[in-house]
């Protein structure tokens, strides 16, 4: 059984930081990309940030600058520094993995249940 956990949601004032942690664990052989999305009510969940196995990231324009996703693969963790939050980076944000459970068979995906980040202006 997978599991990813979040932590370190809250609530903070416009400009301030927030740092998001996800942890896997379970019977796991590798993690490959790991990622956050965020779902702000009536929207569709997003991409803000993804890193690969070797430590390649990615942003989307909307947080780039502001945001560092890291990752420590001896941890199975994920981590998401959010700098100079503004009040439209309110939303749910979830852990995201894709993953072996054993070597050389099939990937998976797996979510996290989600941690709320409301940005107060």
């Known amino acids: 059984q997978v599991q990813l956990v979040e932590s370190g949601g809250g609530l903070v004032q416009a400009g301030g930081s927030l740092r998001l942690s996800c942890a896997a664990s379970?019977?796991?052989?590798?993690?490959?990309?790991m990622s956050w999305y965020r779902q702000a009510p009536g929207k569709q969940r997003e991409l803000v940030a993804i890193?690969?196995?070797?430590?390649?990231?990615n942003y989307p324009d909307s947080v780039k600058g502001r945001f560092t996703i890291s990752r420590d693969n001896a941890k199975n963790t994920v981590y998401l520094q959010m700098n100079s939050l503004k009040p439209e980076d309110t939303a749910v944000y979830y852990c995201?993995?894709?993953?072996?459970?054993?070597?050389?068979?099939?990937?998976?995906?797996?979510w996290g249940q989600g941690t709320q980040v409301t940005v107060s202006s």
């Open positions: 995201h993995a894709n993953l072996n459970l054993v070597r050389g068979g099939m990937s998976y995906n797996y």
């Open positions: 890193i690969t196995s070797g430590g390649s990231t």
């Open positions: 379970g019977s796991i052989f590798s993690i490959n990309a």
